[in-house]
Each structure stands twice: as C-alpha cells, then as structure tokens.
C-alpha cells in the first residue's frame, strides 16, 4: 500500500508561484511513475504533469501548463514536486498527487491508469 502526502498549496496573486510536494511512502518509490492531477469546482479531474519511474527522465505535461510548470522527483525524500510559475487564475483547483503501480503501457496521463492518491491540496490563485 502506498501513502501520499501533498503540501505546498495555498493563495498565491495571478503571476506568482507556488510549489506543491507529494511525500510517498513505500520501499519502491523508485519504481512509482508519479502524476500530478487537478480538479476545478464541477470540472472532472483534469492530467496536469507526469515523470516515469527510476529516474524521471521523462515527463510529460498538459498543453495548459507545458513552459510554465515542472514536475520533479527526489528518490533520496521519496517526494515528487511540482513547481508553478507564472500561475495563472485558471489554475486554480485542487492539485493531488497519484502513483502508478504496476507500470502501464504508454504515457501516463490518465486518471485511471494510477493507482494510489493523495487527497489533494487547494490551490487559489486571484487576479
């Protein structure tokens, strides 16, 4: 069973930034591809940014953020983050961090593909 821990949300002014970490526990953190979704108030969850597992060589984002977020990952902390520049208040939801175990065939954006969930962290961005 994985756990996962998001912090980091909060109220931030349109242009400004935030950084958003989801601790995970687990021996295996190292073979987790982890993602980052969003929902909006009666939106449905929405993929924000992914990064496979080992070494997070690869990620992965949404049109809507690609330039303006990035997602890391530090196996040492067993943590994943996400760093938001340039927030806009069309980003503003609740960010959750999930965990894919075992892996999956393709690239990993799709809610249902994941396994394990935080519960998530409000982001509120005011312009």
């Known amino acids: 069973q994985v756990q996962l821990v998001e912090s980091g949300g909060g109220l931030v002014q349109a242009g400004g930034s935030l950084r958003l970490s989801c601790a995970a526990s687990g021996r295996t953190f190292t073979s987790y591809t982890m993602g980052w979704f969003r929902q909006a108030p009666g939106k449905e969850r929405e993929f924000v940014a992914s990064i496979f597992r080992w070494s997070g060589s690869s990620t992965y984002y949404a049109d809507s953020v690609k330039g303006r977020f990035t997602i890391s990952r530090d196996n040492a902390k067993n943590t994943v983050y996400l760093q938001m520049n340039s927030l806009k208040p069309e980003d503003t939801a609740v960010y959750s961090c999930?965990?894919?175990?075992?892996?999956?065939?393709?690239?990993?954006?799709?809610?249902?593909?994941?396994?394990?969930w935080g519960q998530g962290t409000q982001v509120t961005v005011s312009s």
């Open positions: 999930a965990a894919q175990d075992p892996p999956r065939v393709g690239i990993p954006t799709t809610p249902r593909t994941f396994d394990y």
